[in-house]
């Protein structure tokens, strides 16, 4: 195989990273991520969230983060909204229900949900024989690769507060969302819209984390407590303060997110020049192409890539990047594409 | 502060781990624990248990990894048996409660939970108006220092095997345990003694990760899937194979946990000669001797320490060590005792 | 209001449980379902199912009973298949996911599951970052009144057994679906073809109470425990038990199902021959006619009913029957539809 | 056997409900406790209790009961404090722990909490690496027959509202406590001390059914839902509406209350007459007393009752009797006891 293209946790870490960890020495620091490392690196968040008091944990991974998060803000017979493409709807092996609580579904459009979609699920749930939803759960960028607009993510917000549900955003991919030429977002606007979002560092240079930021402060009460219990609250939860520290300090996170797109859409544009198009308009760094059957199969041998659907009698596949794929990997892919 | 005993994990990594780390550079890897360092990784765990066949899992921390093995054994209504200084009973924040389960406790006997202890409650639980407790769970070493000899296992384990229940061992500090001197246990016997176990990593040199070992047929189906549901399925699961790869190919594990043991041993023998005694037999990294109280409040401001339990007029207090634990830290604090 | 067509709980009892409830006078019985009545109605409903090793269990109520059931069948991350129609999903308040586990949907035809819809939800439940499908939930009669027939059970039951599915029915309206015209299933089929199922009181002439029937022997072990756990085990037990002896000792059960049939035919054939059709086929106490909109605003000021769908510019509506219905209720209902 | 002592729910339901539950004839009502039975019984209750404002539900048992009171109250990390002898902790499953609570407790006295026991729990939970106790939980009267007196509810609610906590009261035999006289407190007096509580109507001459008092506001929301999700939304609700009706409009609550008080005085008299002591002071309709093993053995060949405890080279025996409790059974067992 050439390269693989199947997601953007396949490296690692960046190199400023592990110079970062390995820096550290045997210098003793506390546990829990009541050491320093954490404290600078929430600093460097809450100053590039432009919001000062907004609180910040770090976690090991997305799944933990989704249901920490989600299962610390409901009650228990209160319910998620979400996209029937949601991660945690398809990909998380119910772990939302294990925590009690029911994902309710829409259909979307392009992956995102819509003020309608919210709407027509609350209309539909009048009394106590159904659950009450009760928090909205996006990805910014999606399962799809897309993204929401400024304006989009304002009218979403908008719905949420008006009708009484949280807004959560599943920000795995945050820093490609945020740095795609289709997203007019910053992170202060993120957090001025949602209540509570995480910033994805695994998918974006880290060895491992992810940043929850819990801006609204119904939510805040007793986190450390929730991340505990559900066996996320690391000993040295420094490995990851230091982590973020590395990655806000210089502008390394939005550099590696950039690089990521950078390739996307070098790879986008090639497929596009060489006559295919694609299931979902590529701005991130996910795109899904739309191949014959044969070209997927001699792609195959070549490459790592996971089929997407069937789209009429083709198949679209998704094609991952990350700040660490080769240029010259996205190069000979598109001469292998014209060549087959 | 001069050092802090507090705990065992206060430093990031020992450097082979680091350099382990640093040597992957950007190759690429299959995710969530199904690349070749795991593999390797799970081997050579294999073969230090001398089990053939065996499921290994690596988990970031010891919470998740207690709450994975226990909620994945048992059925809603069961239980689980632990001593009341049992780390899930204590310090997880009701992390076995949250997944559905009762833990049943006995006072146990220097941290240690006896065959007449476990018989008790069994005694107890007599119809569908109780729970079911099916599960015994311990600690090696103990959350007091103390270790379970081959014999005080073995009774153990013929008494669980006899009254239906399985055996989980905690190994958070299995290395020093089965490093100490008190201790006549091979690994080879903790697997063939108990029906699940983790090696801990965390607390032994590794940057984070646990090696969650699954003997027991009936214990082993779906594992990944609980692993995944409970979010702690790590896509970047190599960085903890290739940490279990670098403790396990050369000796490294007992390596570090001997170190470990052994500035605990220097304290505890420095200790008892300068006239104190001890709350539990010192015989491992966690050692627990009685001061005065103002001793303590003098070496609180020199040392970084928990204190423990009041012991009559006197107070005992916990000192870890750990590889990484300098020798002239333990030897100064020999001199500040005796100065004090 | 002359008459609420609401549902079939909207009277207390059948006189003649009323009267075997009052004929046990001041006599002493054992607690927990472990009373003489208990164990005779158990013996009958053994006998009406013609399998002399089933367990037989009263519950007080439905959720519950489909709560119990499926909430000890199923391990973690397992899951169930529904229809969207299916009661559990859209009127039990999340009972199933607060048990921890998720509800896979499929549109179904009718208020039926196929073979194909189980199928198609198995095929894209491929590994662990999904749940995983363990048990099929129907209902019969489902919840828009259709019933299924033996050849289209057998068939659901024969895809479920050989993928390794349990399947479970909820027979709130099993009376009524099994004196169906439509329906050819005996008592004896529907335990050879389920693993589990539950026949009810509560809507079929009882104060309350249904009777679960586990057949499977993987799912008997241990299920007093799970009833006691959710609070369903009854202290008065005999409450339950006395009602099914009175209800299936001379036949009562059929009587009264089929009392409550014959009067929504004749009420399904009266609202036909008034010129109007039905969404649903009308075959036992469920019935859902389509009317214009004023005919259904009309209606409501004299009758009790939920509406049910739009359907094009018309209303379906829900009209319930049971063994209380007065025949007069029904024949008046008619003419002042043809009146309206 | 000549009468059992077993429990206090032996017997059906005493004769007035019995008749007002045969009145209902087959009047139509509203299903899920929305009808008029219920509404007028819930003024009762409020009026009984002189409290306008509380909310009233009702639940057919006493372990539902506890499950969703608890379960509602708190968040997932929060826990609940009882004896060691309270009813959730001994004889409900894991009920409470299913819900993903932990139930901490304390020794207690005679069956009772007092203030430093809460005090006690509180001070070792000191931070997130514990569950966080947020609910006191207690009997009335106690599962060893003993009464909370007015000083003793009042210092204990003092300190549960001094120090953040809920208090909520198991009153499944809240009317025998009351009418004890041993206990100077009032239908009034334990809703103002208490958030919520319930009044037991299984125990007390219903046929099933328990009241659940919620008097604090912040208990209040969604309170339906819960009881939904949880399967014990009735849906003839009405059938335990309308027996706390006839409980509560004449005052047979309290009648029954006192004749089953009478009786357990009488027998306690005379088996202290007859030379026993007990192992609780006898106060309510639970007793306790202490016989050499023969007497037991002797014992049991005549009467049901359950064996409590080992008091020395003796046996404590449980007691209990009810509304229906004939007067000359308990005439005859003292007869047999001095006999034997």
Known sequence: MKHSFKNDYSELAH????????????????????????FRASE??????????????????????????????LRPHEAVIACKSGHIFVHETGAIESTGHK???AEGENGKLRPRDVEAILDEHTDEHMVKPRLVYISQSTEVGTVYTKAELRELSDCCHKRGLYLFI?????????????????YKDVAELADAFYI?????????????????????????????????????????GLQFEALFKDG???????????????LADGIRAAGYGFQYEPVANQIFPIFPDEIVEKLHKIYGFYDWQKVENKTSVRLVTSWATPENAVEEFLIDLREL
Chains 1, 2, 3, 4 share one sequence.
């Open 252 to 266: 390394l996170y939005d550099e590696l997110a950039g690089q990521s797109n950078k390739k996307a859409m070098i």
């Open 15 to 38: 190199p400023q990273i592990m110079n970062a960890l390995a820096a550290i020495g045997d210098r003793q620091f506390e546990g829990y991520s009541l050491d320093e490392y954490s």
């Open 200 to 240: 994805g560092g695994t998918k974006n240079g880290a060895l491992f984390g992810e940043a929850v930021v819990i801006k609204t402060d119904e939510l805040k009460p007793d986190f450390r407590f929730i991340i505990k219990q559900r066996g996320a609250l690391l000993s040295k939860g420094a490995a990851i």
């Open 170 to 186: 599943d920000g795995a991919r945050l820093g490609t969302a945020l740095n795609s030429h289709a997203c007019d977002l910053t």
């Open 103 to 105: 994902v309710c579904t």
């Open 44 to 73: 460097l968040i809450r100053a590039k969230i432009e919001n000062t008091s907004a609180d910040i944990h770090f976690i090991s991974g997305g799944t933990l983060s989704n249901l920490l998060v989600i299962s610390s803000a």
